[in-house]
């Protein structure tokens, strides 16, 4: 895709760290680093949110990140534990191309997920948030009968 960081590195017109690379996905380093060891896992197909990526491409992209994960902790960078993230949408990404970041973590590290404290919803509204999820995920992800999606 044009004006897409991610697309050129994947085709070479850009410069990039690649640790790991295979026909689908690719892992490299961020130029933004929260900590040292931080990793983009990225699919090599341009794709802006999970929306656009098939079940199996998903499951593929994830084996990638938990071995990225293993072998941080065992390249013998700091690491104490894995923050995984993937940003999915516009608000949430600079840059539109599906991506997983691999984010080794430690005590004392200033790397910090804001939360808002003060909105604490009742079990009631938590009730009903994920109500309305389940009922979704049951019309999406019906039970097979017969090889039929039912």
Known sequence: MKDCIFCEIVSGGAPASVLYEDGKNMALMTISPVNPGHVLVIPKKHLPSLAGIEEKAG???FKITLRVADAIRESGLRCEGINLFLAD???QQEILHLHMHVIPRFQGDRFRIPTDKS?????????????KIRRAYQRLWK????G???
């Not at 909105?119 to 109500?131: F, V, Y």
């Open 89 to 91: 949408g516009e608000p």
């Open 59 to 61: 499951m593929n992209l």
């Open 148 to 150: 039929v999606k039912v």
């Open 119 to 131: 909105s604490k919803p009742s079990r009631e509204e938590l009730d009903k948030t994920a109500d």
């Open 143 to 146: 039970p097979k009968r017969h």
